[in-house]
Nanobody, 114 residues
Framework: VQLQASGGGLVQPGGSLRLSCAAS????????MGWYRQVPGKQRDLVAA???????NYADSVKGRFTISRDNAKNTVYLQMNSLKPEDTAVYYC?????????WGKGTQVTVSS
């Protein structure tokens, strides 16, 4: 299973970005998909997750600003990020679960700065 993320970049505070992550390979039944983020020297934290049935879970720090969605037919997960803040700056990793196995993308940098 390979995960290809895209959509990161540099944005000013208050701006928006949309991350996408497409899964390919020998994919069986994908259960959860989502996004984590990590800044240097800190652990990787969950940003948002979505189940196969569409149930969502968000970190408190992004509730009301970020929206996660998925296209099951395309095995793709999206993260719409609005009202971005400097503290959202991090490397964002997409993640999915197939069976009992976690898979990770390589990460995409999001920088929020004026």
């Amino acid at each position: 299973v390979q995960l290809q993320a895209s959509g990161g970049g540099l944005v000013q505070p208050g701006g928006s970005l949309r991350l996408s992550c497409a899964a390919s390979g020998s994919i069986g039944s994908v259960s959860a998909m989502g996004w984590y983020r990590q800044v240097p020297g800190k652990q990787r934290d969950l940003v948002a997750a979505i189940s196969s049935g569409g149930s969502t879970n968000y970190a408190d720090s992004v509730k009301g600003r970020f929206t996660i969605s998925r296209d099951n037919a395309k095995n793709t997960v999206y993260l719409q990020m609005n009202s971005l803040k400097p503290e959202d700056t991090a490397v964002y990793y997409c993640w999915l679960v197939v069976g009992a196995v976690d898979y990770w993308g390589k990460g995409t940098q999001v920088t929020v700065s004026s």
